[in-house]
């Protein structure tokens, strides 16, 4: 399987997308891939095929397939376990991934109906915008294909994100403390933890302690597999009451124990990360 990762080239829209994410397999060889909790929300685009997706606490499990001539669209973010997509046939696959709240920049719909939708792009962009899907498909190239969804998501700007949840995410950003608690959060931000609560879930869709416990899971992943220094090595565990504590949670986020997630990984493109197994 082919992927590309593009980065938006409008200053503005950098402020709302991570990233556009291309995946082209033309062939009918079954592949695997694992990826891990992050705090970000990935738009997910298909060009005829069928699309299985089950949560709940103990299956966090995607199955595409060839299906017919018709597109479908979809929502995944807020995992709390490793996220494993099986792919039995060709794809062709768009993926929008958003800052967290970026999404409220375009849309005031609850996160509990978009996440359930399979055609969450008309809900979002509206039926008018229902015949983008067949011209940025037709686009061969994943050059202009990013350049045609910049456009169409600077057009469908209408929300600002809230003044509280901006100044607590640079907070987050930018505290030295990894382990930063939700009440030390919502005392700097000068609000009840309830009122934090509601903020986060309203507009980031995930309450304020697993956005915390996500972001530090990718803080440390990220200085794991990319160390800056000899210090750097170990200096992840300083996040972390204990190496025991540690390695709890990176078997809950990830399936694996720090060094066999390490050992099989293999980081893409930009830093994307994933395991993949083809068959």
């Known amino acids: ?6 980065r938006p080239k409008n200053e503005m829209l950098k402020r709302y997308v991570q990233y556009f994410l291309f995946f082209s397999k ?3 060889q079954a592949l695997n ?3 891990f909790p992050n705090n970000n929300l990935c738009l997910a685009l298909y060009k005829q095929n069928n699309v299985l997706y089950v949560k709940d606490s103990s299956s966090n499990n995607c199955v595409v397939a060839v299906g ?3 597109f479908s669209s979809r929502f995944y973010a807020f995992h709390k376990n490793p996220f494993q997509v099986n792919i039995y046939g060709s794809l062709d696959q768009i993926c929008i991934v958003f800052h967290p709240a970026a999404l409220r920049a375009f849309t005031a719909e609850s996160y509990d109906d978009l996440m359930t939708s399979s055609n969450v792009f008309e809900e979002i962009f509206s039926r008018k915008n229902a015949f983008f899907l ?6 061969e190239c994943f050059e202009e294909r990013a350049k045609m969804i910049e456009l169409l998501l600077l057009k469908n700007i209408n929300n600002d994100i809230p003044t509280k949840l901006k100044e607590a995410l640079w907070l987050i950003s930018n505290s030295n403390d990894e382990g930063l608690l939700v009440e030390t959060l919502a005392h700097k931000l000068e609000l ?3 009122s934090l609560f509601r903020l986060f879930k309203n507009h980031l869709g995930q309450n304020p302690k697993t956005y915390l416990k996500t972001k530090r899971f990718r803080s440390v992943l990220n200085k794991m597999i990319y160390p800056q220094n000899t210090a750097a090595d170990r200096a992840y565990l300083d996040e972390y009451y204990d190496q025991a504590h540690f390695i709890k949670d990176f078997k809950r986020f990830s399936g694996y124990s720090p060094k066999h997630l390490l050992d099989r990984l293999s980081p893409q493109q930009n830093g994307f990360l994933w395991i993949c197994d083809s068959k």
């Open 1 to 6: 399987m082919h992927s590309v990762v593009i």
């Open 26 to 28: 033309p062939d009918d």
């Open 33 to 35: 891939y694992i990826t």
């Open 68 to 70: 017919n001539n018709s």
């Open 134 to 139: 067949e011209q940025v498909f037709a686009e």
């Open 192 to 194: 009840s933890e309830p």
